[in-house]
């Protein structure tokens, strides 16, 4: 059983995040996007906070994600993932908590997807962008780490690759967004094991 709500060890978790060989990935026609991925800080532990995506976009409506988007002119991979969480959700990402990059994944949408891991306090305010965001919930690390992911064959545009779904109280985080929590509870175990 993974103890999650023992000291938190940031900067090894940071470290093991900056050494390790993280799967960088370049395909042709594919444009640089980052995500978010905000580690909550709770008194009774730690949680990941996901977002519903609004059911009136055009992609991925309805959709489990975290916040994020494509790289606007001259800005870094940090710089657009906080935006687009300040954007979607209204949260301000101080520098200081950004732990480190997991591995890139691809989109459909022809997006090479970077996540930055940072560490937020919680509890806060949030402000909801409806136009982007219809809902914001989260899951206990603890509960994610139990989980047993479903995982499924694919392949998008020659490059094949494994699907993993978690499912949590009706939702169902998969995708993209079920491979970064993969990848994300890989690295902390390697750190807390």
């Given at each position: 059983m993974h103890q999650v709500t023992s000291p938190f060890n940031y900067q090894e978790l940071k470290a093991n995040l900056e050494t390790r060989q993280r799967e960088t990935m370049t395909i042709d026609e594919f444009r640089p996007a980052a995500v978010l991925v905000p580690l909550l800080k709770k008194e009774s532990g730690y949680e990941l906070l996901f977002t519903v995506r609004s059911s009136q976009l055009r992609s991925h409506a309805g959709q489990i994600s975290f916040p994020g988007g494509r790289l606007d002119e001259g800005e870094t991979i940090i710089d657009a993932a906080c935006r687009e969480t300040f954007e979607e959700i209204g949260i301000s990402i101080d520098r200081q908590h950004i732990l480190g990059f997991l591995d890139d994944h691809p989109s459909p949408a022809r997006y090479i997807v970077t996540p930055v891991l940072a560490l937020v306090s919680w509890p806060q305010p949030?402000?909801?962008?409806?136009?982007?965001?219809?809902?914001?919930?989260?899951?206990?690390?603890?509960?994610?780490?139990?989980?047993?992911?479903?995982?499924?064959?694919?392949?998008?545009?020659?490059?094949?690759?494994?699907?993993?779904?978690?499912?949590?109280?009706?939702?169902?985080?998969?995708?993209?967004t079920g491979n970064v929590v993969k990848n994300f509870l890989d690295v902390w175990r390697q750190v807390h094991e």
């Amino acid at each position: 059983m993974h103890q999650v709500t023992s000291p938190f060890n940031y900067q090894e978790l940071k470290a093991n995040l900056e050494t390790r060989q993280r799967e960088t990935m370049t395909i042709d026609e594919f444009r640089p996007a980052a995500v978010l991925v905000p580690l909550l800080k709770k008194e009774s532990g730690y949680e990941l906070l996901f977002t519903v995506r609004s059911s009136q976009l055009r992609s991925h409506a309805g959709q489990i994600s975290f916040p994020g988007g494509r790289l606007d002119e001259g800005e870094t991979i940090i710089d657009a993932a906080c935006r687009e969480t300040f954007e979607e959700i209204g949260i301000s990402i101080d520098r200081q908590h950004i732990l480190g990059f997991l591995d890139d994944h691809p989109s459909p949408a022809r997006y090479i997807v970077t996540p930055v891991l940072a560490l937020v306090s919680w509890p806060q305010p949030l402000c909801v962008n409806h136009c982007e965001v219809d809902e914001v919930f989260t899951v206990p690390l603890e509960t994610l780490l139990q989980l047993e992911p479903r995982a499924e064959d694919r392949e998008l545009r020659n490059y094949k690759r494994k699907l993993h779904y978690y499912d949590y109280q009706g939702y169902s985080i998969w995708g993209l967004t079920g491979n970064v929590v993969k990848n994300f509870l890989d690295v902390w175990r390697q750190v807390h094991e």
